[in-house]
């Protein structure tokens, strides 16, 4: 484990947890790769209260981060017309919630993106005037026309990165399906935004598309929920900004860097949700690849890395992997390495070593698992293949009591009545409610941290 502080970043570590021992012609090695941030506006994921959570913004100096909130003005949104009132209420709540010295804008949603405060394609910088004028603005807030996400994306893009800040990021609020633009749009417009800025998205209601939302929390590197309820909002938009006003330190990448003849099969975020990082590389130099992490405060994540190597014979042992956490020199120096970890392999003789499966490497590569497990059985119960969701849903089940997962577990009670859960067997509900059903497809990347 390595460390790294300055007095402007968070100090991080790396640990590595895997079983190195290998038996004779194994090739494949497994690890969990711990990071941890201390130094950020939070704590242990949950936000500090007070002044500790509000530092005041120096005059002269460069506001720290910038956030676009977007919300949705299609007509949807005035059925039932309290949803528009929670819309507005909830961004407001936001705007409150914002550190003084921040950059924002709010941009209303339709078939096109307008600048509904400050306008110019500008940022105004928080403060107790503009916080007031923002939220008199939303009252011009109403519902009609369509819905193009891509275009409310390209618009906080644009607003984004004008500003000279360190964090740039995106909360995105929708009722309905992105019916009014091509999805190959809407992807691209992902691929232009990704990396640029995170986002947090949120649907409301149960008249949006799940993997709509979550593709774009995934491509932007941020959280993806459901509120069913529009009287919710205040309350999850005011917890998002708290969030976001945490952040310290973005653009973190995790570098792997592999001997010749090593070959990476997977990097993915397991903790606290699943995320596939493996086709978001990029090259750094020979034999290494950055994978982008986003933005950080106090908090730690978990990541499974998977890597092939070449065969070898019993007492080799050989460097399988270098993880290490890099920041990039806004001014296009040399990246800064905040921490590292090693990935090893050794080949043994000895089976029970060999075949011993580490605990965190077993406990993640299950709640991977049961993510992709409940996706494939919702998705089989939408096309009326009961017999496949019953076993997908079945084995999620399994899957979620054994790791301790007991939010998981709740959700599915709601969509399979639970029979046995330690052997999975369930039977289908007939009648499910679809907030029900959304919140557990939404949520089922959500994974609970191993055992110590």
Same mark, same amino acid.
């Given at each position: ?157 644009? !607003? /984004? %990165?004008? &500003? $000279? ?6 909360? @995105?609020?929708? +009722?309905?399906?992105?019916?009014? =633009? ?37 491509? !932007? /590197? %941020?959280? &993806? $929920? ?6 919710? @909002?205040?309350? +999850?938009?005011?917890?998002?900004? =708290? ?210």
């Amino acid at each position: 484990m390595a460390n790294f502080s300055k007095s402007n970043v968070p100090q991080f570590s790396v640990e590595v947890y895997q079983n190195e021992y290998l038996p004779e012609g194994g090739r494949e090695v497994n690890a969990i790769v711990t990071v941890t941030s201390t130094g950020g506006g939070t704590t242990g994921g949950v936000p500090l209260s007070g002044a500790a959570a509000t530092p005041t913004h120096v005059p002269g100096q460069a506001p720290k981060a910038a956030v676009v909130i977007m919300v949705d003005c299609s007509g949807s949104m005035d059925y039932p017309p309290t949803k528009m009132r929670n819309a507005r209420d909830a961004t407001a709540a936001a705007i409150d919630t914002l550190r003084d010295g921040t950059s924002f804008a709010v941009v209303g949603g339709t078939h096109v993106a307008k600048e509904v405060y400050p306008g110019n394609g500008r940022l105004a910088v928080a403060d107790a005037r503009t916080k007031a004028q923002a939220k008199e603005a939303l009252r011009a807030l109403s519902a009609g026309g369509g819905t193009a996400i891509g275009t409310w994306l390209r618009l906080t893009d644009r !607003l /984004l %990165g004008a &500003a $000279d800040v360190e964090i740039r990021h995106g909360i @995105l609020l929708t +009722d309905g399906r992105n019916e009014h =633009e091509a999805p190959e749009d809407l992807r691209a417009a992902l691929e232009s935004c990704a990396g640029r800025f995170t986002c947090d998205a949120r649907g409301v209601g149960t008249d949006w598309e799940v993997k709509e939302v979550t593709a774009i929390a995934s491509a !932007l /590197l %941020g959280t &993806a $929920d459901i509120v069913a309820d529009p009287a919710g @909002l205040a309350a +999850d938009f005011t917890q998002m900004m =708290e969030n976001a006003m945490g952040k310290e330190v973005a653009d973190v990448a995790l570098r792997l860097w592999t001997p010749v003849g090593v070959e990476i099969k997977f990097v993915k975020q397991v903790a606290p949700t699943v995320v596939d990082l493996t086709d978001r590389r990029t090259e750094a130099g020979p034999r290494a690849g950055d994978y982008p992490t986003g933005s950080w405060g106090d908090e730690s994540r978990d990541y499974h890395v998977c890597v092939q190597v070449p065969e070898a014979g019993i007492g080799q042992e050989m460097l399988a992997s270098r993880v290490s956490l890099i920041l990039p020199d806004p001014s296009g120096g040399a990246p800064q390495t905040l921490s590292q970890g090693l990935v090893r392999a050794v080949w043994t003789e000895d089976m029970v070593a060999s075949t011993s499966i580490n605990p965190q490497v077993a406990h993640y590569t299950g709640q991977a698992e049961l993510a992709r497990v409940i996706q494939q059985g919702l998705d089989a119960r939408k096309s009326g293949d009961f017999d496949g969701a019953t076993a997908k849903l079945g084995r999620a089940v399994q899957l979620a009591s054994a790791s301790g997962n007991e939010d998981t577990a709740k959700l599915l009670s709601k969509v399979v009545d639970v029979v046995d859960a330690a052997t999975g067997t369930v039977r289908l509900k007939a009648k499910v409610a679809e907030a029900d059903s959304m919140t557990l497809e939404t949520r089922s990347t959500k994974t609970v941290r191993v055992k110590k």
